[in-house]
């Protein structure tokens, strides 16, 4: 899952203009998805979804 949504973090990062040398931005956005991982309903919707909201 996280392989597959790699390239959404980046995108996110670039779109809000941020510097990221060390990754710290991409670190929180894993972090992001997995905690929308763990609350996914597959009965709520899509996940992207979830994952945009968190």
């Not at 929180?28 to 709520?44: F, H, R, S």
Request: aromatic share 14%; proline share 6%.
């Amino acid at each position: 899952m996280f392989k597959q949504n790699e390239r959404r973090i980046h995108y996110y990062i670039h779109r809000l203009n941020i510097r990221d040398p060390h990754q710290d931005f991409y670190t929180e956005g894993l972090v992001a998805m997995w905690n929308a991982y763990e609350k996914y309903q597959p009965d709520k919707g899509p996940l992207a979804s979830m994952v945009e909201r968190n």
